[in-house]
């Protein structure tokens, strides 16, 4: 095995960027432990991937910021965690559905003659945050604050500029901060998810500004991540037109397509952990304090645990698989997401008979994410 492989590699490399699956999966087969200079460690294979998700006293996930309720260790990530469980049971998100399916429906009366649309621009990223700002009782124009934080967000996680990120978050500060206030001054609103976090208590304290940003800016980067699902999903159907079909055919479907879809093709690449302790992993030790990064779009397609991995089958079991997490740090979320990605898709094949590719190809985000930068669509 080249040892080259191992430490001499960049996330931000053209020909990665080029094909991050491709390269990915090569890398989870040739060299399942690698090393970068701008991500540490990173691990390719299933197998590694839910020992460290399984073991969080040796693999911390506490953020240099404040980061509620991700970037916390046990024991009080379960005090944090269960005091926002309530934001997504059953009942809220009932409440939320004809709300998101109305957003879906407008942003999508455009393709009701047929035509081209810019799906990202147009519908994934305004359909995702949108439906957030419906969730916290926030004006709907607020989304493009919204939308430009998860982009700026994005291309500093990217670059590294320094000073970049910290501006971010200084702006969404202000943002959030703004919008609390004026909850906190007017009772003539229907009950929302912002009134809920700022009646939120853990330990019998309530959360205080600060910590409601934090919470707020884990829920927006994780809609930056539907949006990058949807593109992914639209991507797929409108290269297989029989799947397509099939769904529309049978929406009782679509859930299971959601998954498996994502599950082969990731939006989100990776996510970092830190040791606490020296490890030794596929035969190389990692020292104590060494970031380590799990890649998810590698993990999802190891042939060691999927046959066929690449290929997209609705009747598989995708109950290995890693779109959502797994361990203490599952995607809180999860239930808003699989809600905003299935109306979405309901609304897109109810409201066309038949979508493809436009004449301008698809482009990829790059790392982090492993969305869609742009994806034309044309309804025929």
């Known amino acids: 095995m080249d040892q080259a492989l191992h430490d001499d590699w960049d996330p931000r490399d053209a020909s990665i960027l080029e094909d991050q699956h491709r390269a990915y999966d090569e890398m989870r087969e040739r060299c399942p432990v690698a090393h970068s200079e701008f991500i540490?460690?990173?691990?390719?294979?299933?197998?590694?991937?839910?020992?460290?998700?399984?073991?969080?006293?040796?693999?911390?996930?506490?953020?240099?910021?404040?980061?509620?309720?991700?970037?916390?260790?046990?024991?009080?990530?379960?005090?944090y965690r269960e005091a926002l469980e309530p934001n997504f049971e059953q009942a809220q998100m009932a409440k939320l559905e004809?709300?998101?399916r109305e957003i879906a429906a407008r942003l999508l009366a455009p393709l009701s003659k047929g035509g081209d649309m810019e799906f990202i621009?147009?519908?994934?990223?305004?359909?995702?945050?949108?439906?957030?700002?419906?969730l916290l009782g926030w004006p709907e124009a607020q989304w493009e604050c919204l939308g430009g934080w998860v982009h700026g967000?994005?291309?500093?996680?990217?670059?590294?500029?320094?000073?970049?990120?910290?501006?971010l978050a200084n702006l969404f500060s202000e943002h959030v901060k703004a919008n609390l206030a004026t909850h906190r001054a007017s009772s003539n609103h229907a009950p929302d998810a912002t009134d809920a976090l700022l009646a939120t208590e853990v330990d019998g304290v309530p959360l205080d500004?600060?910590?409601?940003?934090?919470?707020?800016?884990?829920w927006t980067a994780g809609h930056g991540t539907v949006a990058a699902g949807l593109g992914i999903l639209a991507l797929h159907l409108a290269e297989k037109p029989d799947l397509q079909q099939r769904l529309r055919r049978d929406p009782a479907l679509i859930p299971a397509a959601i998954e498996e879809i994502l599950r082969a093709d990731g939006p989100l690449v990776a996510n970092p952990r830190t040791t606490t302790r020296e490890v030794e992993m596929q035969g190389r030790i990692i020292?104590?304090?060494?970031?380590?990064?799990?890649?998810?779009?590698?993990?999802?397609?190891?042939?060691?645990v999927f046959d066929d991995a690449c290929a997209v089958r609705l009747e598989r079991n995708t109950d290995a698989g890693l779109v959502w997490g797994?361990?203490?740090?599952?995607?809180?979320?999860?239930?808003?997401?699989r809600l905003e990605l299935r109306v979405a898709l309901e609304e897109l094949l109810a409201r066309t008979q038949r979508?493809?590719?436009?004449?301008?190809?698809?482009?990829?985000?790059?790392?982090?994410?492993?969305?869609?930068?742009?994806l034309s669509l044309r309804v025929v």
């Open 153 to 167: 967000s994005q291309q500093a996680a990217f670059t590294r500029e320094p000073g970049v990120g910290r501006a």
């Open 98 to 100: 004809p709300r998101a």
């Open 355 to 374: 979508f493809e590719l436009g004449d301008e190809p698809p482009r990829r985000a790059a790392y982090p994410s492993n969305g869609l930068a742009t």
């Open 287 to 304: 020292p104590k304090g060494a970031r380590l990064t799990l890649m998810w779009i590698a993990a999802n397609r190891d042939p060691r």
């Open 40 to 79: 540490g460690w990173s691990l390719f294979r299933h197998a590694d991937v839910t020992a460290v998700l399984a073991d969080p006293e040796t693999y911390s996930n506490v953020s240099r910021f404040l980061a509620i309720p991700n970037g916390i260790d046990p024991p009080e990530h379960a005090r």
């Open 121 to 134: 621009e147009a519908f994934a990223m305004p359909f995702a945050l949108k439906t957030l700002c419906a």
């Open 326 to 337: 797994r361990g203490i740090h599952f995607c809180q979320g999860a239930p808003l997401a």
């Open 209 to 218: 500004d600060d910590q409601i940003v934090s919470v707020l800016r884990n």
